[in-house]
């Protein structure tokens, strides 16, 4: 069984390092526990294999034709999350998101292979190698000799967050899984409980884990030790998870689905009534008050502390101002934005920082790597003109006509952010204007394409190959414009919409958009289109929830939380609306004379349909666990419907 291997010989190799080489991948071998505990160096280093198991946003290709970890390489067969979303259609056509998700062929033998997008072996995403480590970690570095007490202790909490952090990424793709409170030996393993447990269960598990570690780590950490786990992260993680259980996917008077019984073979060993493994078992308000007080729980600290996460602010107020700010709120690992992050060391590919996907070649053109991250038009509307009004592509079109100048185009005068997040025609890449039409460098040719949608990511594609060479691969996990939305949020599900506008308004204000107000969201939003939630007991103002979701959308896009904003609300709506993109076309002129002109249409991307739009159920909210680990007979009880 997947839980029953004894964990004797550890490798202490891994791509992690603290320090000065914070992120530089360190040779290791095979060492038994007790030569790994016998001293500090080899100690720390078994820490920080832990911590290489956690998840990053990135998809990465190193330069010898291999994916250089393995949370980040195969997640979705090389695919982004949010390609599963409305803000990305995938055209990378061996990937899982094409071949899978949007085929409609998913199923619970997909996650045999590797393909969903979650790995639940330990060589996929890494989850359970990593909360074994950990926990190895917590029950044996007491014995070090030349660690001392403040140390142990400060360790064991970086420790109880990694476990923490794993059981949430897990918590929010499966629901309620097994709960492994120490490591296996061949002594304890046999009597071990590897049921799959109650959600309750496992976020009352994960909320012990953070309040402990936030008693055992300091609030920040020294720039050598960045990226190490603090009370900040552990009061963060809180907020995030009672959020996402407060919603209405598992906060509600009756569940998304009825419980799977358990098979024949895993009857005995099933612990619990599986309905609430995906199910509270009812709508509580006071779910929201505990988010509302996590996030003031932060917020407080911070202040205590001086306030050393803080947004980053424009040094000019002006776009190219807010663009520079932006990036590096998550961009830059020493940002003071960053609460939680996660990275690597990236080998380099052609003299690039690293290839993603959606990323560069070895010429340095953008979009031309596999089509994985082709953006939307439904996406980048949501991005508003610079006075807060609703950007609309096809009300442009109809009042300018279908042709555009590089001044003058659908896309100009909008939120700073789009520009620092998705490559627009016109734009200027490297030293020059980005070529987003048909045959041109960032499109690709008739025949051969990789910016279908018009479009392509330009958030973590740095203009300049070598400019962060060598260096470590930003993955920002949680960012403090996260709580503030998080908390605005829970005002407004409590019924304290006006709050709310509060802290919504920190993010807009901070790249110079005005402040948002509840006519202006009932403007950008109808109503009458935005679900009701009758078996919830939402408090919150409609077209305000709409606005915090894009609002997330726009700040946090490809830092993999669109999914779960969509399937913690239910969205079976957003899942099944068309989705476009937009082809431009070369008319005349040239970009380095300032005479370019380029025709724009908005076609919708049928070319590669998703199942889920025609045929959409709601099992696709939660993952499926492989049938290999169901079959085992441990007490893992499959997710509903799959």
């Given at each position: 069984?997947?839980?029953?291997?004894?964990?004797?010989?550890?490798?202490?190799?891994?791509?992690?390092?603290?320090?000065?080489?914070?992120?530089?991948?360190?040779?290791?071998?095979?060492?038994?526990?007790?030569?790994?505990?016998?001293?500090?160096?080899?100690?720390?280093?078994?820490?920080?294999?832990?911590?290489?198991?956690?998840?990053?946003?990135?998809?990465?290709?190193?330069?010898?034709?291999?994916?250089?970890?393995?949370?980040?390489?195969?997640?979705?067969?090389?695919?982004?999350?949010?390609?599963?979303?409305?803000?990305?259609?995938?055209?990378?056509?061996?990937?899982?998101?094409?071949?899978?998700?949007?085929?409609?062929?998913?199923?619970?033998?997909?996650?045999?292979?590797?393909?969903?997008?979650?790995?639940?072996?330990?060589?996929?995403?890494?989850?359970?190698?990593?909360?074994?480590?950990?926990?190895?970690?917590?029950?044996?570095?007491?014995?070090?000799?030349?660690?001392?007490?403040?140390?142990?202790?400060?360790?064991?909490?970086?420790?109880?967050?990694?476990?923490?952090?794993?059981?949430?990424?897990?918590?929010?793709?499966?629901?309620?899984?097994?709960?492994?409170?120490?490591?296996?030996?061949?002594?304890?393993?046999?009597?071990?409980?590897?049921?799959?447990?109650?959600?309750?269960?496992?976020?009352?598990?994960?909320?012990?884990?953070?309040?402990?570690?936030?008693?055992?780590?300091?609030?920040?950490?020294?720039?050598?030790?960045?990226?190490?786990?603090?009370?900040?992260?552990?009061?963060?993680?809180?907020?995030?998870?009672?959020?996402?259980?407060?919603?209405?996917?598992?906060?509600?008077?009756?569940?998304?689905?009825?419980?799977?019984?358990?098979?024949?073979?895993?009857?005995?060993?099933?612990?619990?009534?599986?309905?609430?493994?995906?199910?509270?078992?009812?709508?509580?308000?006071?779910?929201?008050?505990?988010?509302?007080?996590?996030?003031?729980?932060?917020?407080?600290?911070?202040?205590?502390?001086?306030?050393?996460?803080?947004?980053?602010?424009?040094?000019?107020?002006?776009?190219?101002?807010?663009?520079?700010?932006?990036?590096?709120?998550?961009?830059?690992?020493?940002?003071?934005?960053?609460?939680?992050?996660?990275?690597?060391?990236?080998?380099?590919?052609?003299?690039?920082?690293?290839?993603?996907?959606?990323?560069?070649?070895?010429?340095?053109?953008?979009?031309?790597?596999?089509?994985?991250?082709?953006?939307?038009?439904?996406?980048?509307?949501?991005?508003?003109?610079?006075?807060?009004?609703?950007?609309?592509?096809?009300?442009?079109?109809?009042?300018?006509?279908?042709?555009?100048?590089?001044?003058?185009?659908?896309?100009?005068?909008?939120?700073?952010?789009?520009?620092?997040?998705?490559?627009?025609?016109?734009?200027?890449?490297?030293?020059?204007?980005?070529?987003?039409?048909?045959?041109?460098?960032?499109?690709?040719?008739?025949?051969?394409?990789?910016?279908?949608?018009?479009?392509?990511?330009?958030?973590?594609?740095?203009?300049?190959?070598?400019?962060?060479?060598?260096?470590?691969?930003?993955?920002?996990?949680?960012?403090?414009?996260?709580?503030?939305?998080?908390?605005?949020?829970?005002?407004?599900?409590?019924?304290?919409?006006?709050?709310?506008?509060?802290?919504?308004?920190?993010?807009?204000?901070?790249?110079?958009?005005?402040?948002?107000?509840?006519?202006?969201?009932?403007?950008?939003?109808?109503?009458?289109?935005?679900?009701?939630?009758?078996?919830?007991?939402?408090?919150?103002?409609?077209?305000?929830?709409?606005?915090?979701?894009?609002?997330?959308?726009?700040?946090?896009?490809?830092?993999?939380?669109?999914?779960?904003?969509?399937?913690?609300?239910?969205?079976?709506?957003?899942?099944?609306?068309?989705?476009?993109?937009?082809?431009?076309r070369l008319v005349s002129g040239k970009?380095?004379?300032?005479?370019?002109?380029?025709?724009?249409?908005?076609?919708?991307?049928?070319?590669?349909?998703?199942?889920?739009?025609?045929?959409?159920?709601?099992?696709?909210y939660l993952s499926a666990f492989p049938?290999?680990?169901?079959?085992?007979?441990?007490?893992?009880?499959?997710?509903?419907?799959?």
């Amino acid at each position: 069984m997947l839980f029953a291997a004894a964990a004797l010989l550890l490798s202490s190799c891994s791509d992690l390092k603290f320090g000065n080489a914070f992120l530089e991948k360190a040779p290791g071998a095979d060492m038994t526990l007790d030569e790994i505990f016998s001293s500090k160096l080899y100690a720390e280093r078994e820490l920080v294999g832990a911590y290489a198991s956690l998840r990053t946003c990135l998809t990465v290709h190193s330069n010898n034709g291999h994916y250089e970890f393995q949370n980040g390489g195969n997640k979705l067969g090389w695919d982004n999350l949010d390609a599963i979303t409305d803000i990305i259609q995938s055209h990378c056509t061996w990937g899982g998101v094409i071949k899978t998700y949007y085929a409609g062929q998913y199923n619970a033998e997909s996650e045999n292979t590797g393909y969903g997008k979650f790995g639940f072996y330990p060589d996929q995403e890494g989850a359970w190698t990593g909360i074994r480590r950990a926990w190895i970690f917590i029950n044996n570095v007491d014995r070090v000799p030349d660690m001392t007490p403040e140390e142990k202790t400060r360790r064991k909490g970086e420790a109880r967050m990694i476990i923490a952090l794993q059981m949430h990424e897990m918590l929010r793709h499966f629901g309620g899984v097994p709960i492994l409170r120490e490591h296996a030996t061949p002594e304890n393993d046999v009597a071990a409980d590897y049921s799959r447990r109650t959600l309750q269960e496992c976020v009352d598990f994960i909320l012990e884990l953070c309040d402990d570690a936030a008693a055992e780590l300091p609030w920040t950490v020294s720039e050598a030790d960045n990226g190490r786990m603090t009370a900040a992260g552990a009061l963060a993680l809180k907020a995030r998870v009672l959020q996402f259980i407060a919603r209405p996917l598992f906060n509600a008077s009756e569940p998304y689905m009825e419980a799977q019984k358990p098979s024949a073979s895993n009857q005995a060993s099933v612990k619990v009534d599986p309905k609430y493994m995906t199910w509270l078992g009812d709508y509580q308000e006071n779910r929201w008050q505990d988010v509302i007080k996590a996030c003031e729980d932060f917020f407080a600290k911070n202040q205590e502390n001086g306030n050393p996460y803080n947004l980053v602010l424009p040094e000019t107020e002006d776009v190219e101002g807010y663009r520079a700010a932006f990036s590096c709120c998550y961009a830059d690992r020493t940002s003071p934005e960053i609460i939680i992050h996660t990275g690597r060391a990236i080998p380099t590919y052609y003299n690039t920082y690293h290839r993603m996907y959606f990323g560069l070649t070895d010429q340095g053109q953008a979009g031309r790597g596999y089509g994985g991250g082709c953006v939307t038009l439904n996406f980048v509307d949501k991005f508003q003109n610079a006075d807060g009004t609703a950007s609309d592509y096809r009300k442009w079109i109809q009042t300018n006509g279908h042709n555009g100048t590089l001044e003058n185009n659908p896309f100009t005068g909008k939120d700073p952010r789009l520009y620092e997040t998705v490559l627009i025609a016109g734009d200027r890449y490297r030293t020059r204007v980005a070529e987003m039409w048909v045959d041109g460098q960032e499109h690709g040719s008739g025949s051969n394409p990789k910016a279908t949608t018009g479009f392509i990511i330009r958030k973590f594609l740095w203009d300049y190959n070598d400019a962060f060479l060598n260096k470590a691969a930003n993955s920002a996990y949680i960012r403090l414009p996260e709580l503030y939305l998080i908390y605005a949020e829970a005002l407004n599900e409590t019924g304290r919409s006006d709050e709310a506008l509060k802290w919504l308004n920190m993010t807009r204000n901070r790249v110079g958009l005005p402040d948002m107000t509840l006519e202006m969201a009932s403007s950008l939003h109808d109503a009458s289109s935005l679900p009701d939630y009758p078996e919830c007991g939402l408090k919150g103002d409609k077209c305000l929830r709409e606005e915090i979701l894009d609002e997330r959308a726009r700040e946090f896009c490809f830092e993999e939380v669109r999914w779960f904003d969509i399937i913690g609300y239910k969205r079976e709506d957003i899942f099944k609306e068309s989705l476009y993109g937009i082809q431009i076309r070369l008319v005349s002129g040239k970009a380095e004379d300032n005479t370019l002109v380029l025709s724009y249409s908005d076609p919708a991307l049928d070319d590669i349909p998703r199942m889920w739009q025609t045929r959409f159920s709601p099992k696709w909210y939660l993952s499926a666990f492989p049938s290999n680990e169901i079959n085992k007979g441990y007490g893992l009880v499959q997710n509903p419907g799959w």
